[in-house]
Nanobody
Framework: QVQLVESGGGWVQAGGSLRLSCAAS????????MGWFRRAPGKERDLVAA????????RYADSVKGRFAISRDNAKNTVYLQMGSLKPEDTAVYYC????????????????WGQGTQVTVSS
């Protein structure tokens, strides 16, 4: 059984940074696509960033390009989301999700989801 655990969320002032981690257990991250999603209050869940490995392709929502970066440490079975220049509109619950199909571009559907971590950005 694959489990994903997010961590690193919290409260930060606008302009600040946070790094989210998604640690996977139950299966080694070797061939996979992992995405970071977020759901703001009253809004749909949206894709923020995703990565496909071993191809190494990434994709980002337009709203976070240039501010967020997705990376991975396969030895730690962990994928990260480095978030910078945070804005109040980045406030949301952030989720990671994964599937283990080989793709050249990071797309879903995703098979396993974490429980989420809250990110709050104050103005």
């Amino acid at each position: 059984q694959v489990q994903l655990v997010e961590s690193g969320g919290g409260w930060v002032q606008a302009g600040g940074s946070l790094r989210l981690s998604c640690a996977a257990s139950g299966r080694t991250l070797s061939t996979y696509t992992m995405g970071w999603f977020r759901r703001a209050p009253g809004k749909e869940r949206d894709l923020v960033a995703a990565i496909s490995w071993p191809v190494g392709s990434t994709r980002y929502a337009d709203s976070v390009k240039g501010r967020f970066a997705i990376s991975r440490d396969n030895a730690k079975n962990t994928v990260y989301l480095q978030m910078g220049s945070l804005k109040p509109e980045d406030t949301a619950v952030y989720y990671c999700a994964v599937h283990f199909r080989r793709t050249t571009y990071p797309v879903g559907p995703y098979d396993y989801w974490g429980q989420g971590t809250q990110v709050t950005v104050s103005s």
